[in-house]
Each structure stands twice: as C-alpha cells, then as structure tokens.
C-alpha cells in the first residue's frame, strides 16, 4: 500500500523550503528520494505538480491546488492525533468493552459497575458474560476476564484474583444422604461437575498426614459449563460440588452451604486473569479498569 500521507509531507516541504536538497535535510532523506516521491505523486495524478529549474522549484496550476489541500489534510491528520493523545492521558472515556465469564462476572463484576462508572463518569461500559473463549480482535473487545489456567497468547495478562477451591454441599443434602468424611465416602454421592475438558479428570485430595496427593473420580448426574449453575444446584440440595471459593463465599459464611472434606484439600487454586490486547500506549479507560479490578477484587473488597 502506497504511503500517501508521507509523500504529501515530502511534497509540502518541498514547496515550503524551495528545494529537493533542504526538504532531504529536514526529513532524513537523500534529494533523490525526494524528487521520486514527487514522481510517483504526479504519475498516479497523471499531471505535473511542479517545475524544477536550477535556482527554484515552481508550481503549476495543479500543483497549487494540491500543495492546498494537502496542507489541510496534513493539518487534520496532526490534529487527530494530538486528540487522541490528549485524551489517552486525560480523564478515561468512551465505549469499553469488556467479557467475563459468567461465574466471576456476576460475582465480582456487576456488583462493583456502579463504583467504576461512579469514578469514570465519562465511560461506557459493555459488558458481556459469557463462558465462551472469544478472540479479542476479531470480537472488538477491550478486555476479557478469565478463569483457569492461561493459553499461550500473543495477549497481555494481568492476575485480578486467585481463589482456593473448595467442595461444598447444602445443609438439606447432608441430612439426607449424610456427610462423607473421608474422600472414599463421595462413593455414595452425587458429585455435581463442570462438562468442559479440565485439567484433571477427578477431583484431587492431599493426605493429611504423609502429603501425598492423589485424584479421585467422582460420579454425578449433572454437568454444567459454568460457576454460578453449579452454586444454584449445591443450594438447591442436588448434590456436592467442587467451585471455587469466590461462587460461594456468601453461602459459607451464611450456613447455605457447608465446606467438606477440608483436612483433604490440597490448597489449589483457580486465577481470575484480565487480558487485554498489549500496547506501550493503553487507553485510559482499559487501564483504568483493569487497575481498578485488581485493586477491589484483588483485597478481596467484593461488595456481599
């Protein structure tokens, strides 16, 4: 593609500075590469632009409306990007755009938009939840808030969260079909689990006395693909479940749903990661999300 813009540039310096050699000078280049790139406008005008003679460089009439507007254009160019850069160090503005997964976004996303958009008056926030793995460009998206473990990408990531897993189960459940003690007791039970591929195919226990840690296969007649249906079937009393602590910190502490099996917790966690496509210039409004998830969500300040 040819680079219209630079050779107007080179033609405007040209005309200002009187010559091939001064306008080289200015911009780096040889008088030679000056004088094609004059050429190569006036060939795809199909017109001559200016008459070079030994003392001075002269116009036509053509190249006296180009020289014009290509001022004019030039002048724009300069004045969009200086826009642009005042506002990229200005207040956070504009349309973000933003996904999350279902799980952490109805947790810790939603519940904290109105502080955000409180604090940055001036953003847009479109907000999308869901559990399918988007491509950032091709989607428009400014930032994606993931869980588990991070694909390898070419994208920027930044850690928000990082939460310890736990097996859960309501208090209703338990009355029923009793409380397993000992990993080999969720034999007899309903294990509720996610339907998409993980990283181990069981869930994992660590014995409390040697270290040792293993994976069990549990048994269950539900999957789902996300977080927040597997909390509202544990409260539902359907069956146990192993979710990040994050889905269920209001229900441990409130009593609707009980921990199990914690001396055999083997202490792994699930990350949250922001990521968002890298660039040593970061729009405002990104940088200012991400910052401000990591700091709420990171000390753990979810509104309850």
Same mark, same amino acid.
């Given at each position: 593609?040819?680079?219209?813009?630079?050779?107007?540039?080179?033609?405007?310096?040209?005309?200002?500075?009187?010559?091939?050699?001064?306008?080289?000078?200015?911009?780096?280049?040889?008088?030679?590469?000056?004088?094609?790139?004059?050429?190569?406008?006036?060939?795809?005008?199909?017109?001559?632009?200016?008459?070079?003679?030994?003392?001075?460089?002269?116009?036509?009439?053509?190249?006296?409306?180009?020289?014009?507007?290509?001022?004019?254009?030039?002048?724009?160019?300069?004045?969009?990007?200086?826009?642009?850069?005042?506002?990229?160090?200005?207040?956070?503005?504009?349309?973000?755009?933003?996904? !999350?997964?279902? %799980?952490?976004?109805? =947790?810790?996303?939603? /519940?904290? *938009? +109105?502080?955000? @958009?409180?604090? &940055?008056?001036?953003?847009?926030?479109?907000?999308?939840?869901?559990?399918?793995?988007?491509?950032?460009?091709?989607?428009?998206?400014?930032?994606?808030?993931?869980?588990?473990?991070?694909?390898?990408?070419?994208?920027?990531?930044?850690?928000?969260?990082?939460?310890?897993?736990?097996?859960? !189960?309501?208090? %209703?459940?338990?009355? =029923?079909?009793?409380? /397993?003690? *000992? +990993?080999?007791? @969720?034999?007899? &039970?309903?294990?509720?689990?996610?339907?998409?591929?993980?990283?181990?195919?069981?869930?994992?226990?660590?014995?409390?006395?040697?270290?040792?840690?293993?994976?069990?296969?549990?048994?269950?007649?539900?999957?789902?693909?996300?977080?927040?249906?597997?909390?509202?079937?544990?409260?539902?009393?359907?069956?146990?479940?192993?979710?990040? =602590?994050?889905?269920?910190?209001?229900?441990?502490?409130?009593?609707?749903?009980?921990?199990?099996?914690?001396?055999?917790?083997?202490?792994?966690?699930?990350?949250?990661?922001?990521?968002?496509?890298?660039?040593?210039?970061?729009?405002?409004?990104?940088?200012?999300?991400?910052?401000?998830?990591?700091?709420?969500?990171?000390?753990?300040?979810?509104?309850?």
């Amino acid at each position: 593609m040819d680079n219209r813009a630079g050779e107007m540039m080179i033609f405007v310096e040209a005309v200002e500075l009187g010559s091939f050699s001064a306008a080289g000078r200015r911009l780096g280049m040889s008088p030679s590469a000056v004088s094609k790139a004059i050429a190569r406008i006036e060939d795809r005008l199909g017109t001559r632009l200016m008459i070079r003679s030994t003392r001075a460089l002269h116009l036509t009439a053509e190249g006296e409306v180009y020289a014009e507007r290509a001022r004019r254009v030039l002048g724009e160019i300069e004045e969009a990007e200086r826009a642009v850069a005042a506002g990229a160090r200005a207040e956070p503005r504009g349309r973000l755009r933003v996904s !999350a997964s279902v %799980g952490f976004g109805t =947790r810790c996303v939603v /519940p904290l *938009v +109105p502080e955000f @958009l409180a604090l &940055h008056p001036r953003v847009e926030l479109d907000l999308s939840l869901t559990d399918t793995v988007i491509d950032l460009i091709d989607q428009r998206t400014d930032v994606a808030l993931r869980a588990g473990a991070l694909r390898d990408s070419t994208l920027k990531a930044r850690k928000i969260l990082e939460s310890p897993r736990v097996i859960v !189960a309501a208090p %209703g459940y338990l009355a =029923r079909h009793g409380t /397993p003690e *000992v +990993p080999q007791a @969720l034999e007899g &039970h309903n294990c509720l689990s996610f339907n998409f591929r993980r990283s181990l195919d069981g869930w994992p226990f660590r014995d409390p006395a040697s270290g040792a840690t293993w994976t069990r296969e549990v048994f269950g007649n539900v999957l789902v693909d996300n977080g927040v249906t597997l909390r509202q079937l544990c409260l539902a009393g359907l069956g146990i479940a192993r979710i990040a =602590r994050f889905h269920v910190e209001p229900d441990l502490r409130d009593g609707a749903l009980v921990p199990l099996l914690e001396p055999f917790n083997p202490q792994d966690h699930e990350a949250v990661h922001a990521l968002y496509v890298g660039h040593e210039h970061l729009a405002a409004r990104i940088r200012a999300f991400v910052d401000f998830l990591a700091l709420r969500v990171g000390t753990g300040a979810v509104p309850r």
